[in-house]
């Protein structure tokens, strides 16, 4: 069993930055693919971005270029670097786990889930 907790969340201003870890318990986290995914009120889970076993990135269109996601196998740890934040990326962000090693952008490869860490960006 695989556990996540994120951290990092919080209230920024339009434009700032935040980063966001997310620490996995157990002993073969360099061999999962691990995803940030968000929520904001009223609407479906979307894919923020992805990182494979091999390092492999990819992202959503509407954070490319703003968000780095990253990994540090030796801490059991992922990270999201966000800058230029703006009003839409308020949210809850989530970050999951695939044991298999790839990810995806939907969702259904990760099996495990961290309990979300909330972001507020203002205007």
């Known amino acids: 069993q695989v556990q996540l907790v994120e951290s990092g969340g919080g209230l920024v201003q339009a434009g700032g930055s935040l980063r966001l870890s997310c620490a996995a318990s157990?002993?073969?986290?360099?061999?999962?693919?691990m995803g940030w995914f968000r929520q904001a009120p009223g609407k479906e889970r979307e894919f923020v971005a992805a990182?494979?076993?091999?390092?492999?990135?990819y992202y959503a269109a509407s954070v490319r270029g703003r968000f780095t996601i990253s990994r540090d196998n030796a801490k059991n740890t992922v990270y999201l670097q966000m800058n230029s934040l703006k009003s839409e990326d308020t949210a809850v962000y989530y970050c999951?786990?695939?044991?298999?090693?790839?990810?995806?952008?939907?969702?259904?490869?990760?099996?495990?889930w961290g309990q979300g860490t909330q972001v507020t960006v203002s205007s």
């Open positions: 999951a786990a695939d044991r298999y090693g790839l990810g995806d952008n939907t969702g259904q490869r990760y099996e495990y």
């Open positions: 157990g002993r073969t986290f360099s061999s999962y693919a």
């Open positions: 990182i494979s076993w091999s390092g492999g990135t």
